[in-house]
């Protein structure tokens, strides 16, 4: 990414970084007993900390407006709106910016942010 729009590939990996870190309290929410407690508590903790509001848009802001907030270049914008389109939700829609969960979709998520994207 980096070869086609300098600093979108360090903003790609920083957007993985914090879906790592709220990634598995979401997971955990949605597939333990309600109320999710835990998992809450552990989503809580990770969005009050230093960049926990781009994690909050990441949650549930659409995919246009966390492009346009992470990227310049046209490569990340592609990879993240194709991802959020696999779990049906549309660009526009609440929560769509979360497509970079699709974690085997880049089987080396660095090497796809600073290599060149054909």
Known sequence: ?????????????????????????ITQALLTPFPPVRAGV???????????????????????SVNDSRFAGEAPKLLLATNSQHADIAPRSAGSGTGVRRRRGVPDIHAAALSTVT
Not at 55 to 63: D, E, F, K, T
């Open 1 to 25: 990414m980096d070869a086609h729009t300098a600093g979108d590939g360090q903003a790609w990996l920083d957007l993985y970084s914090d879906w790592e870190c709220v990634g598995p309290a």
């Open 42 to 64: 552990d989503l809580l903790r990770h969005l009050l900390g230093p960049r926990g509001l781009k994690r909050l848009q990441l949650l549930i802001g659409p995919v246009r």
